[in-house]
């Protein structure tokens, strides 16, 4: 069991998350984004970046009113950057998520991807699925940014999205696992003897942790990326 303070702790990460998303997401209602994909990246960043990302989202990404100016914004290469691992991000944190509720939900799952026959500790299995949906998610969320914006056939868009952010996710991914790995394996058994399950808070508030290290360590693949003309800037 976690103390009390560490639970509150979470819950309250979790919250605060929560209805930063359910505010970006009337907010891309009301205010539709010009690339279609980013009314869903931009809520589902509130999950991990909270009230950081609310402020990104409110800077550099929300849609004028219409009729109004455009606002001047954050233009910079910084801010482009910023956007670019976010949109990786979503993708990312749609095929965690996804892949640890099912694995937690069926167990049974976790065979598929090497429990027990791979891995004795069916904590790698899962990061297997996670890293199979997160990346699946990852170019598909790709894809629809820059097919449009090229206007490319189902094929060729794909390959463009598969070369724009294979590095990209893998990058999130590492940082991701190595935080996770940290806490699972070594700081939340060292304070307080037990590591966290999928089903509860405390989990998902390393996981938001672990999310923002992934986008620490895309961070710099990105600015590559759309540096070299790879990735197209956001």
């Given at each position: 069991m976690f103390p009390a303070w560490f639970t509150v702790a979470a819950i309250v990460?979790?919250?605060?998350?929560?209805?930063?998303?359910v505010f970006v997401t009337v907010d891309v209602t009301l205010r539709p984004q010009r690339m279609s994909v980013m009314n869903v990246v931009w809520p589902v960043t509130m999950l991990f970046g909270g009230l950081l990302w609310l402020g990104l989202?409110?800077?550099?990404?929300?849609?004028?009113?219409?009729?109004?100016?455009?606002?001047?914004?954050d233009g910079s290469m910084a801010g482009a950057v910023a956007v670019?691992?976010?949109?990786?991000?979503?993708?990312?944190?749609i095929g965690d998520v996804i892949a640890e509720f099912s694995l937690a939900l069926v167990p049974g799952l976790a065979a598929v991807f090497g429990a027990g026959t791979l891995f004795q500790d069916e904590m790698y299995a899962a990061w297997i699925a996670d890293f199979i949906f997160a990346f699946g998610l990852g170019i598909v969320f790709q894809y629809f940014a820059i097919a449009p914006m090229r206007n490319l056939p189902v094929r060729r868009g794909l390959w463009e999205a598969l070369?724009?952010?294979?590095l990209s996710i893998t990058a999130w991914q590492v940082g991701m696992y190595g935080v996770m790995a940290l806490a699972q394996l070594a700081i939340l058994p060292a304070l307080f003897g037990t590591r966290a399950a999928v089903l509860s808070?405390?989990?998902?508030?390393?996981?938001?942790?672990?999310?923002?290290?992934?986008?620490?360590?895309?961070?710099?693949?990105?600015?590559?990326?759309?540096?070299?003309?790879?990735?197209?800037?956001?």
């Open positions: 990460s979790l919250t605060v998350a929560a209805l930063c998303a989202y409110l800077l550099r990404g929300r849609t004028p009113r219409t009729g109004a100016s455009q606002p001047d914004g670019g691992a976010s949109h990786c991000g979503a993708g990312c944190a070369k724009a952010d294979a808070p405390e989990f998902w508030f390393v996981m938001q942790i672990a999310m923002l290290a992934g986008f620490a360590t895309s961070y710099p693949v990105n600015w590559w990326l759309i540096r070299a003309g790879i990735k197209e800037r956001m």
